[in-house]
């Protein structure tokens, strides 16, 4: 896209943003499942549902926005989605059952999703492949950005005269600011919508009926969108590859979201700290978050490095090295976290464990995005929808289970226990790192990369 710098610049800040705002919103309102489980009168996991149905509502969103994108384009299939989850987010702020909050937090997040999933492919049409990188880094740190600010903003919320009901409030009227930037700021970005709306500028002052573009040549098969985007990521996750990365980065995220409640029990039941100190915490996760942007952003030099030497073709296993780093800090920063979590032991090492997390977390995730969209070449849409559902699965589960897991097990055994499988997961970029390109030239999907 020849676009000048400054505008690509402030459009990649505008989708960010826009993205940032729905992942907050889906942790804002953690805060508020105990003052929602009294004004209701049900129990903490209904409560908690809220936040775990807008996350599967992600999870679903990639299936029907990945397609109606390349059919109708970037931008309106952002912004009207955009448009309907920020009235959802007023649908939950005035509701008057636990049915409702529940059903309109599910929708917030399936249209939600739409820059959620559509954002990296604008990010491939307006940069240049030797300025994706950091571009995606950049809009990376967004995406779990809004998850860490959320509980602080709702902590602040809920323990105000304002309640629970302002996190929904302030997050439609957030939305809706945003939403009215976007208008202004963002244009179309897909190169056969561009091209298409060109013929159509060109017929009306020609008079010249047979002008037309490629895209409007395509015969839309709903078949073959249907085998892209709902049958083909499946069976993509049959895959080594697909599997494993997946995997790994859904297990991460999920540990994002399972935070929500772990870090409050910790914070606000064990050691006692008040509903907004006790959100404090998750200051330290961002700043592991912004440490793991500066490293993913100087592997890019050994990528643009590696992507020279290979002819300017793509090589998954340069995207690695940050990964590899950042599966051993995860691990290490879970066991600090569980095994400093008594109210006898200073807070800080905790908080350290918690920043570690955040650092590894963010290497794990985005090296595996990466990875994953250098590896299938043409059918990195396939396998992104593939990791979006499986991702948006974990984090919708885990703060279902947390919060009586932790009160059943103890935060220092249960925080032990993901520990462990993230310890198993290490090897993980590992294998790849080494066998990788082997495992890529058996693949039928990933043959295409080596």
Request: net charge positive.
């Amino acid at each position: 896209m020849n676009w000048p710098f400054r505008k690509k610049f402030f459009t990649t800040i505008s989708y960010g943003l826009t993205t940032c705002w729905i992942t907050l919103a889906s942790a804002i309102f953690a805060a508020a499942i105990e003052p929602v489980s009294a004004e209701f009168d049900v129990n903490t996991e209904t409560s908690a549902a809220a936040t775990s149905l807008l996350v599967f509502g992600f999870g679903l969103g990639p299936l029907v926005w990945g397609p109606l994108s390349e059919l109708y384009g970037r931008k309106w299939l952002i912004l009207i989605p955009y448009f309907i989850a920020a009235v959802f987010s007023f649908g939950t702020a005035t509701a008057k059952d636990i049915q409702t909050i529940l059903i309109t937090r599910f929708f917030s997040g399936l249209f939600g999703s739409a820059p959620v999933t559509i954002t990296g492919g604008v990010m491939a049409d307006i940069w240049a492949p030797h300025q994706l990188g950091s571009a995606i880094v950049a809009y990376g740190v967004t995406i779990v950005g809004g998850p860490t600010l959320g509980p602080i903003i709702g902590g602040a919320l809920c323990s105000s005269r304002l309640g629970w009901r302002w996190t929904e409030y302030l997050t439609g009227i957030i939305m809706m600011a945003q939403l009215g930037v976007d208008l202004f700021v963002i244009d179309e970005s897909y190169a056969p919508i561009l091209l298409a709306i060109k013929a159509h500028k060109l017929r009306l002052r020609t008079q010249d009926w047979a002008l037309h573009a490629k895209h409007e040549e395509w015969d839309v098969s709903f078949k073959e969108l249907y085998q892209k985007y709902f049958i083909r990521p499946f069976q993509m996750m049959a895959t080594p590859i697909c599997f494993l990365m997946s995997l790994y980065a859904s297990f991460v995220y999920g540990i994002l979201y399972a935070n929500l409640e772990s870090f409050s029990i910790e914070y606000q039941e064990v050691r006692q700290w008040g509903p907004v100190v006790g959100t404090l915490p998750f200051i330290a996760l961002l700043i592991g978050i912004l440490c793991a942007a500066a490293i993913n952003i100087h592997n890019n030099k050994y990528y643009r490095r590696r992507l020279m030497e290979n002819g300017y073709r793509a090589v998954p296993e340069a995207r690695l090295p940050p990964m590899m780093l950042g599966g051993i800090v995860f691990t290490a920063g879970q066991f600090l976290f569980a095994w400093t979590s008594s109210p006898r032991i200073n807070y800080w090492p905790s908080i350290i464990g918690i920043a570690l997390t955040g650092l590894g977390f963010t290497t794990i995730f985005q090296a595996a995005l990466g990875y994953l969209i250098d590896t299938f070449t043409q059918y990195s849409a396939s396998a992104v929808a593939a990791n979006t559902f499986m991702r948006s699965m974990f984090s919708g589960a885990f703060p279902l289970f947390i919060i009586p897991m932790y009160h059943k097990l103890g935060v220092n055994w249960g925080t032990t226990v993901f520990g462990c499988i993230a310890a198993a997961l290490i090897p993980v970029p590992y294998l790849f790192f080494v066998w990788g390109k082997r495992i890529r030239g058996r693949g039928k999907w990933s043959k295409d990369s080596v």
